[in-house]
């Protein structure tokens, strides 16, 4: 199955949507270093797109990573806020 929006296959580990933390040894900006984040856009050259929390500026920025710069945690957002949902509700 793909993603309508970026074309990513949705049954890959590494899709849209999906929880990150960011590694701590990156090859570019350091601020990113031990943050979560949320795979946003996957290009076709699989460079991931990531909406993580910047430490220096305060605030949420969408910045790119290779596959290797973070780890998956195997938990999807919209779980996540099913979850959040049910609870609420409950």
């Known amino acids: 199955m793909k993603c ?3 074309g990513a296959d949705l049954t ?3 899709r ?3 929880f990150v933390r960011i590694n701590n040894s990156l090859n570019h900006d350091k601020i990113y270093g031990g943050q979560f984040g949320v795979i946003t856009k996957i290009t076709d050259n699989n460079y991931y797109y990531i909406t993580v929390y910047n ?3 305060g605030r949420y920025w969408l910045c790119g990573f290779e596959h ?3 780890v998956v945690l195997e938990e999807n957002i919209e779980e996540f ?3 959040y ?3 609420r509700e409950g």
Do not use: I, M, T
Request: proline share 5%; hydrophobic share 35%; with cysteine.
């Open 4 to 6: 309508p929006v970026c």
């Open 12 to 14: 890959d580990l590494w």
């Open 16 to 18: 849209v949507g999906n």
């Open 55 to 57: 430490k220096r500026s």
């Open 68 to 70: 290797d710069e973070f």
């Open 81 to 83: 806020y099913n979850a």
């Open 85 to 87: 949902q049910h609870w």
